[in-house]
């Protein structure tokens, strides 16, 4: 079964800087892998999901994440960070047809 | 677009009240979902139901029970409220198989 974890919990930087936070999974069949997103006070939205085909997955606001297989990672990256961006980010573990969502990464972008 | 709704933002309760959480999705997904959002704990699944008249416990049911008595409505009821469950309660709803599920904006509930 798929295991999934991310090991950053607070990242702290300055508008403009490049992001990319860390999702790690553990291989074990078909893949299927998910950023969330939750702006203050705003609901838990997708971010962007791969199942197959391109491994580079772009999702919204200039959000991408790429799936390598040989280091078992997909991580969420964005080369300019907003101000607006500041939110708690999920990269869920999944089995079956339920999610595990662990604390997630906080992201505070300075202005 | 899939829409989630609950029926309230905030709400404040006292010990010992029956608390009814109740949330409607409007994509006609078979799979819906209850979970809890606590600080540094994330999101905790409390109860999800794959079809009507189905559920099934989740990893912290203990103190809450469900009712899918209708496909888009799904609730979660707190049968003696007690304060260690003040906490932010999150409705979600899916398709079948492992897809996207589309969350709701969330009921902050306070136990006096």
Redesign the interface.
Known sequence: AQSVSQHNHHVILSEAASLELGCNYSYGGTVNLFWYVQYPGQHLQLLLKYFSGDPLVKGIKGFEAEFIKSKFSFNLRKPSVQWSDTAEYFCPDNYGQNFVFGPGTRLSVLP | DVK?TQSSRYLVKRTGEKVFLECVQDMDHE?M?W?RQDP??????IY?S?DVKMKEK?DIPEGYSVSREKKERFSLILESASTNQTSMY?C?S?P???????????TRLTVL
């Open positions: 989630v799979n979902f979970y540094g704990l994330g999101l905790r699944l999800f794959y989740g999150l979600a899916s079948p198989l492992t897809d996207t599920q589309y969350f709701g904006p969330g």
